[in-house]
């Protein structure tokens, strides 16, 4: 029986009656005007909001559904891997709800989130009071349905209007993670196809929630890549797929985590590449320091560079501590960044070496078979090797 509200009460309590229903995780960083939303969701308060979208996409990556509800100006923390999301796609739905404040009562500035959509190129939900029965489960398929996060704008006003309604019979779909043997433009393209199959959904619509993309009009892209006139590239059509220097010190880590099965979670940087033959060990990537709270909703198992640790991921750490996740984290150190001209990145030891982690020598492959074995909690491991010098990242034909 779908739960319903029995006389008028406020849009948020509707709202968050409609949620429940449609949705499986919550996460949030309380917020005026969502604080109270999160609190009748039962949502799980994280150390900021791009933590919370990464532990909702590692939710949505195990075909989950999870909504994260958070305030206009804590949508500018999570851009990063809102973007991202729409081109590695995700299996389970995912649904943002912002608090748009809109007489800047509690912020420091006023923002209209639904400008996101067109930038995002996500399906953008503002429900008027009548509306928020059903728009959370409008907003769950329609994230199904695109392979991409959607959003759910909401006011003061609408959160405080009086309104009734009963939630729609739950109908979860399924999403797509981009193929592993697509090339980074074939995915761009891949998200192509799906953004324009998008305008021609709203466009014949009739949901008056949705606001993008629009019911009419020319919905310009912002991607630099159009849909291909054929299928979309892969490494086998292009021929061949990038992969790590000829003498990388970590082919002993890549060699240890494919004979085992692992399939991390992936980071930005040379980590990319064990997802290309002839590795193939990569789940999913959605930005730089995202891995770890990705990983805890979903593999267990984050792989990532030391830069993109201090970039942000120490403060996903810090959460998944916080909250006793079981998480392997290996961590590639080589005191640079790898794949944009080797400029120096920060020792890391010095700002982790609260996790005790466990440090292994890149060609000590029995230490690093040892080290990868994972515990009932948080766990760093950090590969400590030595960039060549003068080689560049090889191919190898498909």
């Not at 039962?42 to 590692?58: D, S």
């Not at 500035?109 to 190129?121: L, M, Y």
């Not at 199904?144 to 729609?168: K, M």
């Not at 080290?371 to 960039?387: N, Y």
Request: glycine letters at 8%; proline letters at 7%; hydrophobic letters at 40%.
């Amino acid at each position: 029986m779908n739960p319903a509200l029995q006389q008028d009460e406020t849009g948020e309590a509707c709202l968050a009656i409609a949620l429940r229903a449609a949705a499986d995780c919550f996460y949030t960083v309380p917020g005026y005007p969502v604080t109270s939303l999160g609190e009748a969701c039962g949502a799980v308060c994280t150390v900021n909001e791009k933590v919370a979208l990464e532990y909702a996409l590692g939710d949505a990556v195990s075909g989950r559904r999870a909504c994260v509800i958070l305030k206009n100006v804590g949508l500018n923390a999570c851009m990063d891997p809102l973007m991202n999301a729409a081109v590695q796609g995700i299996s389970g739905g995912l649904v943002i709800v912002v608090g748009d404040d809109t007489e800047v009562r509690g912020s420091q500035n006023a923002q209209d989130s639904r400008c996101i959509g067109r930038v995002a190129e996500i399906p953008v939900f503002a429900p008027e009071a009548d509306d928020l029965a059903t728009v959370a489960e409008t907003a769950f398929r329609a994230s199904e349905r695109f392979s991409r996060i959607a959003l759910v704008r909401v006011t003061p006003a609408v959160l405080a209007a009086e309104t009734t309604g009963t939630p729609p019979a739950r109908n979860q779909q399924k999403g797509i993670i981009a193929d592993s043997s697509l090339t980074m433009r074939g995915r761009t393209e891949t998200a192509e196809c799906r953004r324009e199959e998008m305008v021609r959904w709203a466009q014949e619509s009739t949901i008056p929630a949705l606001v993008y993309p629009p019911h009419q009009g020319s919905v310009p892209s912002c991607s630099t890549v159009s849909s291909p006139a054929g299928a979309p590239e892969t490494m086998q059509s292009r021929g061949f797929a990038r992969t790590f220097c000829r003498s990388c010190p970590y082919i002993p880590l890549l060699r240890v985590m494919r004979e085992t099965g692992m399939h991390p979670v992936l980071d930005i940087g040379c980590g990319l590449l064990s997802k290309n033959p002839p590795w193939e060990v990569g789940t999913a990537g959605y930005g730089l320091g995202s891995a770890p709270a990705v990983a805890a909703k979903s593999t267990g198992v984050a792989l990532m560079g030391d830069y993109a640790l201090m970039h942000s991921g120490l403060s996903a750490l810090a959460d998944i501590r916080e909250k006793r996740l079981p998480v392997l984290v290996v961590i590639v150190e080589n005191g640079v960044l790898g794949m944009t001209g080797k400029q120096a990145a920060p020792d890391i030891l010095p700002y982790i070496s609260w996790a005790a982690p466990v440090m292994v020598d890149a060609a000590d492959v029995a230490a690093i078979r040892a080290a990868l074995l994972p515990e009932d909690r948080l766990k760093c491991v950090i590969i400590r090797g030595k960039c060549p010098e003068g080689e560049d990242h090889e191919t190898v034909e498909c």
